[in-house]
């Protein structure tokens, strides 16, 4: 059974760091994608990075250039390091997972983890 489990996430003040984890139970070459996805309250879900198996990276432009995405592929675990955080970068914070299966994607995701950005 796929699960996967975020680490990592807490309280920091604007311009700290925090990297978060993401604690997959099966090998991580059985994702086509993993990715983080945030969701603060009121707004919509919005992914913040992704990284295919084949370390291709994309973020979204409000992080690029501050948070980075990368795989342990020998850990089955991917990360998020997050530095000069910001107040909007309050969050949960999700791990997700996609399976591409001939033309079905099955999709995975964390229970999440709390990212605080407050002085």
């Known amino acids: 059974q796929v699960q996967l489990v975020e680490s990592g996430g807490g309280l920091v003040q604007p311009g700290g760091s925090l990297r978060l984890s993401c604690a997959s139970s099966?090998?991580?070459?059985?994702?086509?994608?993993m990715a983080w996805y945030r969701q603060a309250p009121g707004k919509e879900r919005e992914l913040v990075a992704a990284i295919t198996n084949d370390g291709t990276t994309n973020y979204a432009e409000s992080v690029k250039g501050r948070f980075t995405i990368a795989r342990d592929n020998a850990k089955n675990t991917v990360y998020l390091q997050m530095n000069s955080l910001k107040p909007e970068d309050t969050a949960v914070y999700y791990c997700?997972?996609?399976?591409?299966?001939?033309?079905?994607?099955?999709?995975?995701r964390g229970q999440g983890t709390q990212v605080t950005v407050s002085s």
């Open positions: 099966v090998n991580i070459f059985t994702y086509n994608a």
């Open positions: 997700n997972a996609d399976q591409r299966i001939g033309l079905r994607v099955y999709e995975y």
